[in-house]
C-alpha cells in the first residue's frame, strides 16, 4: 500500500505542448526582416561599428584624452593627412611587400612538406617533429635569435613572417590528409581508380576544409609576424610609422598603424570566407540562427 | 549442390582461414559463386560475413587458404560512401577512364532511376538516392562480380522493397556473378539463388531457391524455406 504511486491530481495542468504553424506569414515575416536588421544592421561589423561610435562619443565628450585615445574621426583625418603628405603610402607598400615574401615562402615550404609529411611516412618522420617544436616557439621569442642569425635587415623580417606563416600551414595541412575518411579511400580503390584519381579526387578536396584553416592561421600569423619584424631596425613600413609615433607620444599615428594591421586582418580573413563559399560548396554546414 | 570447378569465372574460395589476434573468424571456409548466380550469405552480426566479403573484394588479406575472383569486380558498401565534395555524376565516373566516361555514367545512373539528378551534390539526395548512385558506380564497370555488404540495411522497409526490384531488374541486363550479405531473412529470400548460412566461420547449410517472383512474396514453399532458414539460424523454438 505504500508502495502505491499517489494518484495523480484530477486537476492536474495540463502537460506543456509545443504548436508548431506555418512560419511564413506576410506581416510576420516582414517584422522578422525588419527586427533582424534593426538588431544586426551591418552583419558581423555591426559591433565594431558600435564600438566605434561609442568611442568617437566618448571622445569627443572629453572623457578619452587624446593622448590615450583619440576619437575614430581624428584618427581618419591623420591617415589623410599621412596619405597626402606622402608618407603612408610608401610605408604601406613596403610592409605589404614584406608581408607578401614572407607569405609567400611560409606558405610554400608548409604546403611542400604538408603533402610531402600527409602523404609519406618518410615525410611525416621527417618533418612532424620539427614542426611541432617550432609550433610550441612563440613568434616573438624566436625575433631576438634571427636578428643574431640573420642580421637586421629585411631577411629577418621577411623569415619571421615566414615562420609565422609557414608552421601552421604544415600541422593544418598534414592534419587534414590523413584526417580524410579512410573509407571513402577505400571505397575509390575498389572501383579501380588509380592513386593519382585517389589524390586528386579523395584526398585533395578532402583535406581542401583542413587546409583553408591552415591558410586562415597562415595569414593571421604572417600580419603577427610583419608587426613584431617591424618593430626591429626599421626605417620604413607601417611597423617605423608606429615607433616613430610612439616615439613622440603621437597616439593618433599609432592609432593609425594599428587600423592598417587590423584591416589587413579583415581583409585576409575575407579572401579565406570567399575561398571557402567557393571550394566548400558541397559542405552541408550548420547554420547558427 | 557445389558445381565442379572447371569455371574460370564466378569466385572459389577454398579452405580460407581469417583471424584477429586469437580469434578465429573464418575456420577453413569454402564458397563457390557460378557466373551469373546471385549467392546470399546470410548469418547474425559479428559472424564473419563481411570479413568474408572484405577478403573477396581484396581489401584484406587471408591468413591460410586461397581465394580465386574476377579482376572486374565491384562493390557497394552498406554505407553509400559517396564523395560528398563531387557531384552525383563525377561519383559515378570516379574509376573510369576513357571519353565515353560520362556518357556511361549517364546510363548507369537512368538504370537506377536517377536520371536528371547528375548535377545534384550527395548531400541534396536521400537515403535511397544515394545508394542508388553507390548501385550505379558499382554497375559502370561492368563487373564480372558485385559485392554487397548489407546494402540495404541502413534504408526504410518500403524503399527496401524498391530496391530489391531494382536488383532484380538490374541483374537481367548485367551479368554478373553476386553475392549479398545480410542479415535479413526476407530480403534472402526475395533475392538469391542460393542462399548460404554462415555459423563458426564456415558456411553451414545452404538452400537453393527455385522460386518465381510471385512465390518468393507469398507461398507455402517460401514459408517453409523461411522456417528451415530461421532453423538454421537458431530461431526455430520462437515459431
Not at chain 1, 611516412?121 to 616573438?140: D, H, K
Not at chain 1, 595541412?173 to 573509407?183: N, S
Not at chain 2, 546471385?38 to 581484396?58: D, E, H, I, Y
Request: aromatic share 6%.
Amino acid at each position: 500500500m505504500a508502495l502505491l504511486a499517489p494518484p495523480a491530481p484530477a486537476s492536474a495542468p495540463s502537460r506543456p505542448r509545443d504548436v508548431f504553424l506555418p512560419g511564413g506569414s506576410q506581416r510576420q515575416s516582414r517584422l522578422a526582416t525588419l527586427r533582424a536588421r534593426l538588431r544586426w544592421p551591418l552583419g558581423i561589423y555591426t559591433t565594431p561599428v558600435a564600438i566605434l561610435f561609442l568611442w568617437e562619443i566618448l571622445a569627443q565628450a572629453g572623457v578619452l584624452k587624446p593622448t590615450y585615445a583619440p576619437a575614430p574621426s581624428d584618427i581618419l583625418s591623420t591617415t589623410v593627412e599621412l596619405w597626402q603628405d606622402g608618407v603612408l603610402g610608401p610605408d604601406m607598400a613596403i610592409s605589404l611587400q614584406r608581408a607578401g615574401i614572407g607569405l609567400a615562402i611560409g606558405l610554400v615550404v608548409g604546403i611542400v612538406t604538408g603533402v610531402l609529411g600527409g602523404f609519406l611516412r618518410t615525410g611525416e618522420y621527417l618533418f612532424n617533429g620539427v614542426a611541432q617544436i617550432l609550433n610550441t616557439i612563440p613568434l616573438l621569442a624566436v625575433l631576438p635569435l634571427f636578428v643574431v642569425w640573420f642580421g637586421i635587415d629585411e631577411l629577418t623580417k621577411v623569415l619571421l613572417i615566414a615562420f609565422g606563416a609557414g608552421v601552421p600551414m604544415y600541422l593544418n595541412l598534414f592534419a587534414a590528409i590523413r584526417g580524410v575518411d579512410q573509407r571513402l579511400i577505400e571505397m575509390a580503390r575498389t572501383t579501380g581508380a588509380g592513386p593519382w584519381r585517389v589524390v586528386t579526387r579523395v584526398l585533395v578536396p578532402g583535406a581542401l576544409p583542413g587546409f583553408l584553416v591552415g591558410l586562415r592561421f597562415s595569414l593571421a600569423y604572417s600580419i603577427l609576424g610583419l608587426v613584431a619584424a617591424e618593430t626591429i631596425n626599421a626605417d620604413e613600413g607601417l611597423g617605423f610609422l608606429i615607433t616613430q609615433a610612439q616615439t613622440y607620444l603621437q597616439t593618433d599615428k599609432v592609432f593609425v598603424g594599428l587600423v592598417i594591421y587590423s584591416i589587413l586582418g579583415l581583409l585576409a580573413d575575407q579572401v579565406v570566407r570567399i575561398l571557402e563559399q567557393m571550394l566548400l560548396r558541397w559542405r552541408p554546414s550548420y547554420e547558427a540562427v | 549442390m557445389t558445381t565442379a570447378l572447371n569455371t574460370q569465372t564466378g569466385v572459389l574460395v577454398e579452405q580460407v582461414v581469417r583471424r584477429f589476434a586469437d580469434r578465429v573468424v573464418l575456420d577453413h571456409l569454402d564458397l563457390t559463386i557460378d557466373d551469373d548466380e546471385l549467392v546470399v550469405l546470410l548469418g547474425p552480426s559479428g559472424c564473419g560475413k563481411s570479413t568474408l566479403l572484405r577478403l573477396l573484394a581484396g581489401l584484406d588479406k587471408p591468413d591460410g587458404g586461397r581465394i580465386e575472383v574476377p579482376v572486374k569486380r565491384a562493390i557497394v558498401f552498406q554505407g553509400d560512401r559517396l564523395l560528398p565534395w563531387q557531384r552525383v555524376l563525377r561519383n559515378v565516373t570516379l574509376g573510369l577512364r576513357g571519353p565515353d566516361a560520362d556518357e556511361r555514367a549517364h546510363k548507369a545512373l537512368a538504370e537506377v532511376n536517377l536520371s536528371g539528378r547528375e548535377k545534384a551534390w550527395p548531400k541534396q539526395l536521400s537515403g535511397g538516392e544515394a545508394q542508388r548512385v553507390a548501385l550505379a558506380r558499382a554497375l559502370v564497370s561492368e563487373p564480372e562480380l558485385v559485392l554487397l555488404d548489407e546494402p540495404f540495411a541502413a534504408l526504410d522497409a518500403i524503399t527496401r522493397l524498391r530496391m530489391h526490384d531494382l536488383v532484380r531488374a538490374l541483374r537481367r541486363k548485367h551479368h554478373a556473378s553476386m553475392l549479398l550479405v545480410t542479415h535479413d531473412v526476407d530480403e534472402a529470400i526475395a533475392l538469391a539463388d542460393r542462399i548460404v548460412v554462415m555459423s563458426n566461420g564456415r558456411i553451414g547449410d545452404a538452400h537453393t531457391v527455385h522460386l518465381s517472383p510471385a512465390e518468393r512474396e507469398a507461398s507455402v514453399a517460401r514459408e517453409e524455406l523461411r522456417a528451415a532458414l530461421l532453423s538454421d539460424l537458431g530461431l526455430a523454438s520462437q515459431h
